[in-house]
């Protein structure tokens, strides 16, 4: 039975038009990235997706940003360990980018790059619904496998990584330039298969049922 609730947050492909609030996030969840994710060069690659999740209306308790000038600036704390003012780039009727999941595709695998999720906008289901959404969309190309490199200290993701059917397949050693943090290496059984497609419309629904029924645009 499908939630009938509606999630605020809907999943389609990345344009360039959101390449700048793609970089803030990432400066969010990866700061120590330099320089950053080259996201125009990586949306003209033919083996590459970049999915967003975004909200044309902002939730109630995510602040809005202020407008400055015909663009959108707001304080962003933390970021080189000091606050700083960023331009994100994008003009108050436009969509609000929650988050972001990029792939690549290697012959039947699919590699899920990097996930990120704007810090004022997690814990509402956002990381997992694209998550799924890259699930989804590697079943519909003929993927054999989804596989993804994840710290060893990033507990809450290896847990919903496993959620998903991901396993520990092997460590990659000082994976992480900022900390020279290992990185597991976590790939799934057959997503083709019928015992994992079976699991995973009931994860769907799972995650339908708590947070609502979301719209999902693939390329």
């Given at each position: 039975?499908?939630?009938?609730?509606?999630?605020?947050?809907?999943?389609?492909?990345?344009?360039t038009?959101?390449i700048?609030q793609a970089?803030?996030?990432?400066?969010?969840?990866?700061?120590?990235?330099?320089?950053?994710?080259?996201?125009?060069?990586?949306?003209g690659k033919?083996?590459?997706?970049?999915?967003v999740a975004?909200?044309?209306?902002?939730?109630?308790n995510?602040?809005?940003p202020?407008?400055?000038g015909?663009?959108?600036t707001?304080?962003?704390?933390?970021i080189?360990?000091?606050?700083?003012?960023?331009?994100?780039g994008?003009?108050?009727e436009?969509?609000?980018?929650?988050?972001f999941l990029?792939i690549w595709?290697?012959v039947?695998?699919?590699?899920?790059?990097s996930v990120?999720?704007r810090?004022?906008?997690r814990?509402?289901?956002?990381?997992e619904?694209?998550?799924?959404?890259a699930?989804e969309?590697?079943?519909?190309?003929?993927a054999?496998e989804?596989?993804?490199?994840?710290?060893?200290?990033?507990?809450?993701?290896?847990?919903?990584?496993?959620?998903?059917?991901?396993?520990?397949r092997?460590?990659r050693?000082?994976?992480y330039?900022?900390n020279?943090?290992d990185?597991i290496?976590?790939?799934?059984?057959?997503?083709?298969?019928s015992?994992y497609?079976?699991?995973?419309?009931?994860l769907?629904?799972?995650?339908?049922?708590?947070w609502?029924t979301?719209?999902?645009?693939?390329m």
């Amino acid at each position: 039975m499908f939630s009938s609730k509606f999630m605020p947050f809907a999943i389609r492909p990345m344009s360039t038009n959101d390449i700048p609030q793609a970089v803030e996030i990432e400066h969010q969840v990866f700061p120590s990235i330099i320089p950053p994710t080259a996201f125009r060069l990586e949306l003209g690659k033919s083996n590459s997706s970049y999915l967003v999740a975004f909200s044309i209306k902002s939730p109630a308790n995510h602040q809005a940003p202020t407008v400055v000038g015909g663009s959108l600036t707001k304080d962003i704390s933390g970021i080189l360990g000091k606050p700083s003012k960023i331009r994100e780039g994008f003009r108050k009727e436009e969509e609000l980018v929650a988050g972001f999941l990029g792939i690549w595709y290697v012959v039947d695998e699919a590699h899920i790059m990097s996930v990120g999720v704007r810090a004022t906008l997690r814990r509402r289901g956002i990381g997992e619904l694209l998550l799924l959404s890259a699930i989804e969309q590697a079943m519909s190309k003929n993927a054999s496998e989804a596989t993804l490199e994840v710290r060893t200290s990033n507990t809450s993701a290896i847990n919903l990584y496993e959620k998903y059917g991901f396993t520990r397949r092997g460590i990659r050693k000082a994976y992480y330039a900022d900390n020279q943090e290992d990185a597991i290496i976590m790939t799934t059984d057959s997503i083709q298969h019928s015992d994992y497609r079976e699991r995973f419309v009931a994860l769907e629904h799972s995650h339908q049922d708590r947070w609502g029924t979301s719209r999902r645009t693939f390329m």
